[in-house]
Nanobody, 119 residues
Framework: QVQLVESGGGLVQPGGSLRLSCATS????????VGWYRQAPGKQRELVAAITSLGTTTYADSVKGRFTISRDNAKNTVDLQMDSLKPDDTGVYSC?????????????WGQGTQVTVSS
């Protein structure tokens, strides 16, 4: 059974930091690209950061220089370190795993974790 479980969300003041973690099971983690998405109230879900199986990273322009995505292939986890948080970073953050096997795409989502940046 595939599971992606997010943790680490919460309430933080502007300028503060949070570290999100995505724990995966039931997938071939070593060949997966894992991304963090967020959805703010009234807005579409957007990609925040992603990391490929080779460790190549991608960031949304709005978080470059503030967020860092990393993966631990031994633990099958992907973390998102978020620094200098702004109110616009508020939203539900979800973990996504994408892999291709024999030409077929498999995509999995976690339930999400709430991040609120407010004074």
């Amino acid at each position: 059974q595939v599971q992606l479980v997010e943790s680490g969300g919460g309430l933080v003041q502007p300028g503060g930091s949070l570290r999100l973690s995505c724990a995966t099971s039931g997938i071939i983690f070593s060949i997966s690209t894992v991304g963090w998405y967020r959805q703010a109230p009234g807005k579409q879900r957007e990609l925040v950061a992603a990391i490929t199986s080779l460790g190549t990273t991608t960031y949304a322009d709005s978080v470059k220089g503030r967020f860092t995505i990393s993966r631990d292939n031994a633990k099958n986890t992907v973390d998102l370190q978020m620094d200098s948080l702004k109110p616009d970073d508020t939203g539900v953050y979800s973990c996504n795993a994408l892999q291709r096997r024999l030409g077929v795409k498999y995509e999995y989502w976690g339930q999400g974790t709430q991040v609120t940046v407010s004074s």
